[in-house]
């Protein structure tokens, strides 16, 4: 199978990067002139746009089964071990720790550190540059990076008119993150679809699965937004914990398919 340009692997990623390079210029026009109400109100909105993908990409386990197992089901399931494994192995608190990590070797940088750490944590850690790197990569299909993008643009806006320039650099971290995971499952991709086109992986099953648990978990996300428009960080999903079900998930379906 003839792989896919680079170029068109590397789709999703370019808008992703051009759309945080224009939300941090936005962001430093504005400034600090909006208001607080304003900010929270952004994260509301980003809060709705974030539930509507989520939902999205949830309806696709209604399309895939583990035999006579629901893909609703194999989600939970792997949802359920992942977040044991997640918390085993403390990926939300490294996570944290990644953070922590970053300002310290950045001392000194001031606001600019604080927006470049901040800006790069929400933009690469999530289910959906994951999900989005992997159908960018097989497929050449970038709309779900599209997607994403409109959402770290906006957020890119507001958080640089409270951390300034720094936010803008977050796109080199966009771009090595998300460029990596698409060139690297492009090189996979004729073993995932033995020699077929690969149009055909949009509806293969265990992709179907993948896309459908890490929908769910984006709307853990959600619930994250929107709490902090609310000022509620403290009671937070621990979404980082859920990630490993995003590799368990095909784990999920392989067994229910030999079992059955």
Same mark, same amino acid.
């Given at each position: 199978?003839?792989?896919?340009?680079?170029?068109?692997?590397?789709?999703?990623?370019?808008?992703?990067?051009?759309?945080?390079?224009?939300?941090?210029?936005?962001?430093?026009?504005?400034? %600090?002139?909006?208001?607080?109400?304003?900010? =929270?109100?952004?994260?509301?909105?980003?809060?709705?746009?974030?539930?509507?993908? %989520?939902?999205?990409?949830?309806?696709? !386990?209604?399309?895939?089964?583990?035999?006579?197992?629901? %893909?609703?089901? !194999? &989600?939970?399931?792997?949802?359920?071990?992942?977040? +044991?494994?997640?918390? &085993?192995?403390? +990926?939300?608190? =490294?996570?944290?720790?990644?953070?922590? *990590?970053?300002?310290?070797?950045? =001392?000194?940088?001031?606001?600019?550190?604080?927006?470049?750490?901040?800006?790069?944590?929400?933009?690469?850690?999530?289910?959906?540059?994951?999900?989005?790197?992997?159908?960018?990569?097989?497929?050449?299909?970038?709309?779900?990076?599209?997607?994403?993008?409109?959402?770290?643009? @906006?957020? &890119?806006?507001?958080? &640089?008119?409270?951390?300034?320039?720094? *936010?803008?650099?977050? /796109?080199?971290? +966009?771009?090595?993150?998300?460029?990596?995971?698409?060139?690297?499952?492009?090189?996979?991709?004729?073993?995932?679809?033995?020699?077929?086109?690969?149009?055909?992986?949009?509806?293969?099953?265990?992709?179907?699965?993948?896309? %459908?648990?890490?929908?769910?978990? @984006?709307?853990? @996300?959600?619930?994250?937004?929107?709490?902090?428009?609310?000022?509620?960080?403290?009671?937070?999903? =621990?979404?980082?914990?859920?990630?490993? /079900?995003? !590799?368990?998930?095909?784990?999920? !379906?392989?067994?229910?398919?030999?079992? /059955?």
């Amino acid at each position: 199978m003839t792989s896919l340009p680079l170029l068109t692997q590397l789709s999703g990623t370019f808008i992703n990067v051009a759309a945080v390079l224009l939300g941090s210029g936005a962001g430093l026009l504005l400034g %600090g002139r909006l208001p607080e109400r304003t900010q =929270r109100t952004l994260l509301q909105t980003l809060s709705l746009v974030t539930l509507y993908i %989520g939902l999205g990409m949830a309806s696709s !386990l209604g399309r895939v089964a583990g035999g006579h197992v629901p %893909g609703v089901i !194999l &989600a939970l399931v792997a949802l359920a071990a992942g977040a +044991v494994l997640g918390e &085993a192995l403390r +990926v939300e608190d =490294r996570l944290s720790g990644l953070g922590d *990590v970053l300002r310290r070797r950045f =001392r000194g940088g001031g606001r600019f550190t604080e927006g470049f750490v901040a800006a790069s944590l929400l933009f690469c850690i999530g289910p959906l540059t994951v999900v989005g790197g992997i159908q960018n990569g097989l497929t050449g299909d970038s709309s779900s990076f599209v997607l994403k993008s409109v959402l770290d643009g @906006i957020s &890119a806006l507001a958080l &640089a008119g409270v951390y300034g320039i720094g *936010v803008g650099f977050s /796109a080199v971290t +966009v771009l090595v993150v998300q460029g990596g995971i698409a060139l690297a499952s492009g090189g996979l991709a004729g073993v995932l679809l033995h020699g077929a086109d690969p149009a055909v992986l949009n509806g293969n099953p265990y992709v179907l699965l993948v896309t %459908g648990a890490g929908g769910l978990t @984006i709307l853990g @996300i959600s619930v994250n937004l929107m709490l902090a428009g609310l000022g509620m960080e403290d009671r937070r999903v =621990r979404v980082g914990s859920l990630l490993p /079900a995003l !590799l368990l998930a095909p784990l999920a !379906l392989w067994l229910a398919t030999r079992i /059955a």
